[in-house]
């Protein structure tokens, strides 16, 4: 008897009755998990984690609506990283009527994988003797090729600048890294800081900080492009993609480290050659980056943009780590190859809890950006960006409940302007786990799962604004979750106070 976590989106078409009658076949004889299935009272985050922790396949249905749903990403996370480490839960993947290409993460976790392929009601029979026989040790049989297709023809158009003619139809989607020419993306005067530090002549490292969701992939990725405008070559390392073997193995790590940039700069990798010296790790990767990488790659500025780095925080050589490219920093002064290496980071935790010596720290040197959440002023602009769907009013009480948290109020403004909902029942609803951020909020608790510390703070927060953990403080405000003024520690918004005080019993 098979252990099995179904991941879906709730209360969508076709997702949740096609879930629904998978969930129904598969029961007979196996031990399966559904949201439905979670008694009232439960700590439902907490069974969710365990309950995909424990199972031997996780099967996820993705649509159009599913694959921008957080919780659904979520899960997937967790059983990937959880299948890494343990080799459970296999993902079983079905696409339902959807042949568009994954964004990332889900592309990374998921376009490796064989997948079900659902169109229509009458699939659903031939897609529940495909489920029965992987969970019974087969595989998907589904020829998976039409969707590969799907991944490689991409769609790379990018949405008109000229905001004015744009269709209330085409209100592109308010999930991942913004397109460089969205007309919905709101240029805050950090981007210009960031963008002109790269027309340094010789090298410059640039730090973008802010808590999740606040644009800095989209601001990486803007400099990504202004740096290819500017004949550079450049690489893009997302470190959300290492695996956790690499992260807590210094050899494993810095070894893949040097193929990847191999592969991104698209040079031969002579990783294995340069590893045959007795020297340290930091010491062969610097020697790779200046007499390989940079010898290669003759003449011309480079810039290495190095997405989610907090995840080195939590590996055991993390010092040792940050301190070489702080050290790529400062050999820009020796000259030769090295002004010629530029640098960007982006992190939503605050680098000097976890680095003892800041002397030996890429974050407090060069250009540092520190991404806030929007003004009133880019709410109203962003309000007529969206052909102006909110009264004048009605944009002054999204930014009270939102405070201007650039994804809240950017997927508001989409439901609004799309006619997928009202501003009334938006905000009756917004605190609800099934409205408008439903998805978003529940994310969050999810995350949080045992983490009664962490729980414990934010409690703190919401009832005394004040957090007598330094360290829980660092963690909740680089989730995006809480933010310091003055002497106070307060809930971001008004929505996180009011959802998670109901829900924390704060």
Not at 50 to 75: C, G
Request: charged fraction near 25%; include cysteine.
């Amino acid at each position: 008897m098979a252990k099995i976590f179904i991941s879906y989106k709730r209360n969508i078409e076709p997702d949740t009755p096609v879930a629904t009658a998978v969930y129904e076949a598969l029961r007979q004889g196996n031990d399966v998990f559904i949201d439905t299935t979670i008694q009232v009272g439960e700590k439902w985050a907490e069974r969710i984690q365990k309950a995909i922790k424990e199972s031997d396949y996780l099967i996820t249905f993705l649509s159009e609506h599913s694959v921008n749903s957080e919780m659904v990403i979520a899960e997937i996370e967790t059983a990937h990283h959880h299948g890494k480490t343990y080799g459970t839960p296999a993902i079983l993947p079905v696409r339902l009527n959807f042949d568009e290409p994954l964004a990332y993460p889900l592309s990374a976790y998921l376009n490796p994988l064989q997948w079900a392929l659902w169109n229509k009601d009458a699939d659903t029979p031939r897609l529940i003797a495909e489920l029965t026989q992987a969970v019974s040790g087969g595989k998907l049989s589904t020829d998976n090729f039409a969707v590969t297709t799907a991944h490689k023809k991409g769609n790379n158009e990018e949405v008109p600048t000229a905001f004015a003619n744009i269709s209330s139809r085409d209100l592109g989607s308010p999930e991942g890294t913004m397109p460089h020419q969205s007309p919905f993306y709101i240029e805050r005067e950090t981007d210009q800081e960031a963008i002109h530090a790269l027309h340094e002549i010789e090298g410059v490292t640039i730090t973008i900080k802010g808590p999740r969701q606040m644009g800095k992939s989209s601001l990486l990725n803007r400099l990504l492009i202004e740096a290819k405008a500017r004949d550079m070559h450049a690489a893009f390392i997302d470190f959300q993609l290492i695996e956790n073997t690499a992260i807590e193995n210094a050899d494993i790590f810095y070894r893949q480290f040097c193929s990847l940039l191999s592969w991104e700069f698209e040079i031969e990798d002579r990783t294995e050659e340069f590893w045959r010296n007795p020297l340290g790790h930091v010491q062969k990767t610097t020697n790779y980056i200046q007499k390989h990488l940079l010898n290669q790659i003759k003449d011309v500025q480079i810039l290495l943009a190095m997405d989610e780095v907090e995840r080195m925080f939590a590996s055991p050589f993390r010092s040792d780590f940050f301190s070489m490219l702080r050290s790529w920093h400062n050999n820009r002064a020796r000259g030769g190859d090295w002004p010629r290496l530029n640098i960007a980071l982006v992190t939503s935790t605050e680098p000097y809890q976890f680095i003892a010596d800041l002397n030996q720290s890429p974050f407090n040197v060069g250009q540092v950006v520190e991404l806030v959440d929007f003004t009133s002023e880019q709410v109203y602009d962003l309000n007529h960006r969206h052909h102006s769907p909110l009264t004048e009013i009605q944009v002054q009480g999204l930014y009270d409940l939102l405070g201007g948290h650039p994804y809240l109020t950017r997927r508001a403004l989409y439901l609004v302007a799309g006619k997928r909902t009202t501003f009334t029942e938006m905000l009756e609803k917004a605190y609800e786990d099934t409205g408008p951020f439903g998805d978003h909020l529940r994310n969050y608790l999810f995350r949080m799962g045992d983490q009664e510390k962490l729980k414990a703070g934010f409690v703190q927060i919401i009832k005394h604004q004040r957090c007598s953990d330094e360290h829980i403080f660092f963690q909740l405000r680089g989730s995006g979750l809480v933010k310091r003024v003055d002497n106070a520690v307060l809930p971001r918004n008004r929505l996180y106070a009011d959802y998670f005080g109901r829900r924390l019993n704060g």
